[in-house]
């Protein structure tokens, strides 16, 4: 069964970090990009970040509101995906999600929403 169990949210006063982790059993990463996606209250959710698979590059992408601040990673060995987020802030605090695209797509679908897996989320805030 697959299983996508994120960890590592909480609160932070702005400029401070926080590292993301989601554990992922019953699937590997070398076919499928991974990503990070986020909810704010009142906002639609929008992807954050995402790593391509194997099969493709292992390239990254960032949204702009993000780029320079977090690093998305994974251990392949260990089947973990991870979001080193630095320099936070309040706009950063949402519901942050971990996704597994479907095997054999590439980053485009992931990062446009069609999702395989969805993890149950972390909550991440960001005070002033």
């Known amino acids: 069964q697959v299983q996508l169990v994120e960890s590592g949210g909480g609160s932070v006063q702005a400029g401070g970090s926080l590292r993301l982790s989601c554990a992922v059993s019953?699937?590997?990463?070398?076919?499928?990009?991974m990503g990070w996606f986020r909810q704010a209250p009142g906002k639609e959710r929008e992807g954050v970040a995402v790593?391509?698979?194997?099969?493709?590059?292992?390239?990254?992408t960032y949204a702009d509101s993000v780029n320079l601040r977090f690093t998305i990673s994974k251990d392949k060995d260990k089947n973990t995906l991870f979001l080193q987020m630095n320099s936070l802030e309040p706009e950063d605090t949402a519901m942050y999600y971990c996704?597994?695209?479907?095997?054999?797509?590439?980053?485009?679908?992931?990062?446009?929403?069609?999702?395989?897996?969805w993890g149950r989320g972390v909550q991440v805030t960001v005070s002033s």
């Open positions: 996704a597994a695209g479907r095997a054999y797509y590439d980053c485009p679908e992931l990062w446009r929403g069609d999702v395989d897996y």
């Open positions: 790593i391509a698979s194997d099969k493709s590059d292992g390239s990254t």
């Open positions: 019953g699937l590997t990463f070398s076919s499928r990009c």
